[in-house]
């Protein structure tokens, strides 16, 4: 199959292209610059780069008709405008699936747990928003004019080479380096907030599952979530093992650590994640389209906490 990878140098790209080209496709990536990939891989030398910036809108829309592919994987679209752009013009392309990449936070405060990805959303902010918008689109669209679309929405994405959400709920790495130098660190309320970590190789391998297995993906959404989540206290308990540490935790009520935090950046940041707390569910991922993650979320982090102490982002003494 001839596929298109719009935004496929990034952390699910990176490990995405490679997996659909050792399958055999035909895989063009399409992005503003060609840059390298988080991941080396052999692969990548068979992948075809184009490049094309998406707020060119009639530039992009009319190469995507001209490429006319089998299948679109749009990791980069965060605009419900730029989801009706693009369904207008793969109507017009041979196209037999279309699978967006949304995020759990399309997803406001949990009331059930765990989350059913086709459930009701009330996302919390404009990310968010855009998001569930194109969802609700798509589905539409799918429902009453056949439109072949999948709605992928992963977790905190993670890996080794970029920084993930810490403990606190925000992307601080000081925190890490103060755990590895046996500090005790501190978490808002009681720790029991939760995060919902996945390994960037996961949620490229559940877009392959959902393409190899169309029928079922069609007009569905998923999450590309580990097996479980973790909360605060857990993730930082990890993590002072991990770094063969004393574990040492306070905790305070959300406007007092707010005040200790003093950094409006992270503190929005913690909101935002802790506020949306859950467990996603991926039972109609494993039983449609046969997605069984690698990685728990305790592995996940590590692995891309040893990425950090690697490139020397964490010092470990």
């Known amino acids: 199959m001839k ?6 140098y990034g952390h699910i790209g990176s490990y995405l292209v490679p997996k659909l080209v050792k399958l055999g496709n035909e895989v063009i990536v399409i992005s503003r610059h060609e ?8 692969a990548w030398q068979s992948a075809k ?3 094309l910036d998406r ?5 992009f829309t009319q190469k995507l008709i001209e490429l006319d592919a089998d299948v679109v994987i749009d990791l980069v679209n965060f605009k419900f405008e730029n989801t009706k752009e693009i369904v207008t013009a793969l109507k017009e392309t041979k196209l037999s699936h279309y699978l967006f990449c949304s995020s759990v936070w399309a997803h406001g405060r949990a009331q059930v747990l765990p989350v059913n990805p086709n459930g009701v959303k009330a996302p919390l902010d404009d990310y968010g928003k855009n998001k569930y918008q194109s969802e609700q689109y798509l589905k539409e669209e799918y429902r009453q004019n056949g439109f072949p679309a999948t709605v992928i929405m992963p977790g905190q994405i993670s890996g080794p080479g970029w920084d993930i959400i810490n ?3 925000n992307q601080n790495m000081q925190v890490f380096q103060d755990i590895a130098d046996g500090k005790q660190i501190t978490l808002p309320n009681f720790g029991m907030e939760t995060l ?16 190899q297995h169309r029928n079922q993906a069609l007009g569905e959404s998923f999450h590309a979530v580990s097996s479980n989540s973790i909360t605060l206290y857990g993730y930082a308990q990890v993590m002072y093992h991990f770094f063969h540490q004393k574990a040492k935790i306070d905790f305070l009520p959300w406007p007092d650590w707010v005040t200790k935090l003093d950094s409006p950046v992270d503190s929005d940041k913690t909101y935002y994640h802790i506020a949306r707390s859950g467990q996603y569910s991926i ?3 494993k039983k449609l389209i046969g997605y069984q993650p690698q990685y728990s979320v305790e592995e996940t982090i590590e692995l891309s906490i040893q990425g950090a102490v ?5 010092r470990v003494k």
């Open 35 to 42: 840059r390298h990939p988080y991941v080396d891989d052999w």
């Open 55 to 59: 707020n060119d809108t009639k530039t």
């Open 3 to 8: 596929i298109v990878v719009i935004g496929g």
């Open 167 to 169: 403990p606190e709920g």
């Open 283 to 285: 039972e109609n991922a």
């Open 196 to 211: 919902h970590h996945v390994h960037a190789s996961d949620v490229a391998q559940q877009f392959v599952d959902a393409v």
């Open 49 to 51: 780069f184009v490049a």
């Open 310 to 314: 690697n490139r020397g982002v964490i």
